[in-house]
């Protein structure tokens, strides 16, 4: 399963990269005004060190906004991945994108009916959120799941992103259910590292050591 970070900030995608286990990033309009600095360069900064997907997302409603930007938005970098939210407006500028050979990760996916729509659409990676699914009382890893098994069953060239990734164990439920790529912050890269017997088995080598050479 790929890895991406879903964050806008340089230093904690240098510190994933460092790390060695980060196949891409994702950015939507509210991490990118978090950091405070102009779009554009921030998006060709983070591809120029991820050197893989990195998702930047439209801010037009329209089809031809989201069109133009989408195109601009690609010219930065081989790299960039153009996130458009799902609407029917998205998917006509979805459509005429990847006609121009632009990467579309289609957000907001909610039902696996979107999900169908937006490969048919032509989008290289749909976004389910998992998260806020489960946030009110549904099974966001059901269509998760769900989606993967269509894209598998027709053939669609495409790949599903577990996203609004809430805790460690949702990246689990993405590993049980086979998902593409799950998108998570930074805070929940650095959770999944820690376990308190790994804590204590280090402690007690240490310990061990120290008698041994006393």
Known sequence: MKIFLDTANIDEIKKGVDLGIIDGVTTNPTLVAKEKKDFKKLVKEICEIVKAPVSAEVISLDAEGMYRE??????????????????????????????????????????????????????????PFV????????????????????????GFDCEVIAASIRHPQHVIEAIKNNIDIATLPFSILIQM????????GIEKFLEDWKKANS
């Open 131 to 154: 998260g806020r699914l489960d946030d009110i009382g549904h099974n966001g890893f059901e269509l998760a799941k769900n989606c993967q098994e269509m894209i598998l069953s027709y």
């Open 193 to 200: 590292m820690k376990h308190p017997l790994t804590d204590i």
């Open 70 to 127: 989408g195109l601009e938005l690609s010219s930065i970098s081989e790299h960039v991945v153009v996130k458009i939210p799902f609407t029917p407006e998205g998917l006509v500028a979805t459509r005429k994108l990847t006609e121009k050979d632009v990467s579309i990760n289609m957000t907001l996916i909610f039902s696996l009916n979107q999900a169908l729509l937006a490969c048919k659409a032509g989008a290289r990676y749909i976004s």
